[in-house]
């Protein structure tokens, strides 16, 4: 029969009739730390956004944003406002939402946006790296987004 060294049954209140719940409890933690280390298992998936402070632009990384400018790869320095999203299979491959475009001089339009090709970001997770965008009835263009800050 198995003993606990220094009398640690006693302090976790194991008796010698509570022993096997022990022996249960590891298995379940063991399962989960198992579960949440698969390859499967889902990282935290990110955008690149800007925020404006102090007269500044820096670039983020967003999970699931709300609103924001995509920081878009050798594109406008200002990037692309949408605001009043609501996302679908979020972290997913790819993943979709409308919202609204905000243009110069406050134009807004409808858009449908498009967020995959994923890729990771050390010490974050994965980023997402395209965007297909279409704004009103226009057509859909491909965006490259930045990658990893």
């Known amino acids: 029969m198995a003993s606990f060294p220094l ?22 933690i063991a399962w989960f730390l198992v579960a949440a280390t ?9 955008v690149s956004c800007i925020r404006y402070s102090d007269g500044n632009t820096y670039e983020v990384l967003v999970k699931k944003p709300n609103s924001c400018s995509f920081y878009v790869e050798n594109g406008t320095p200002d990037g692309i406002h949408i605001r009043d999203m609501a996302w679908r299979d979020w972290g997913s491959a790819k993943t979709t939402s409308g919202g609204t475009y905000v243009g110069n001089m406050n134009t807004r339009r409808p858009a449908r946006l498009t967020l995959y090709r994923k890729r990771p970001c050390t010490g974050y997770g994965d980023i997402y790296t395209r965007m297909s965008l279409k704004i009103g009835g226009g057509a859909a263009q491909i965006v490259k ?4 800050v």
């Open 7 to 28: 009398g640690l049954e006693f302090m976790l209140g194991l008796g010698t009739k509570r022993r096997g719940h022990l022996f249960v409890m590891a298995g379940v």
């Open 38 to 46: 698969a390859p499967g298992a889902s990282a935290a998936t990110y």
């Open 145 to 148: 987004l930045a990658r990893c």
